[in-house]
């Protein structure tokens, strides 16, 4: 997490799918905002994204990758950004990117990025087909 990291992207990529606000509760003892918080947020934006995909019901299967290069405090605005890799026949692979927009600021850096693996399920949770995109 050391502040002289170079960013290889000065822009985030993909499309927005969550935007939350990191509020004292969720915070480590040093005040630093818990990864495992971050993580959680990432993995509603995966969830939200395959299963528009999927069009219903869909579950983590892999999380590859996951690496803090910035910490989040409390006021940041975390948002969360998704993009499609991949679409096999039961699953769907995004790469989510982490974003924090310091509190007070205008200032955007980037906190993590990781590649989520989601498997589309139907009601009784066994692997079920990806419809084809319309």
């Not at 996951?66 to 692979?93: H, N």
């Not at 990781?114 to 079920?128: G, T």
């Amino acid at each position: 997490m050391a502040e002289d990291v170079i960013e290889e992207r000065v822009e985030e990529r993909g499309e927005p799918a969550v935007r939350t606000l990191a509020m004292p509760a969720d915070t480590n003892p040093s005040g630093d905002i818990f990864g495992g918080w971050v993580l959680a947020q990432m993995d509603l934006a995966a969830g939200i994204r395959a299963s528009e995909r999927a069009r219903g019901r869909v579950v983590t299967a892999a999380i590859n990758a996951l690496a803090f290069r910035r910490p989040v405090k409390i006021g940041d605005v975390l948002e969360l950004y998704t993009t499609i890799a991949k679409v096999g026949r039961t699953s769907i692979t995004l790469n989510i990117e982490a974003w924090a927009q310091r509190y007070m600021t205008h200032e955007k850096v980037k906190v993590t990025d990781a590649s989520f693996i989601m498997v589309a399920v139907d009601a009784a949770s066994s692997p079920r087909p990806v419809p084809p995109e319309n």
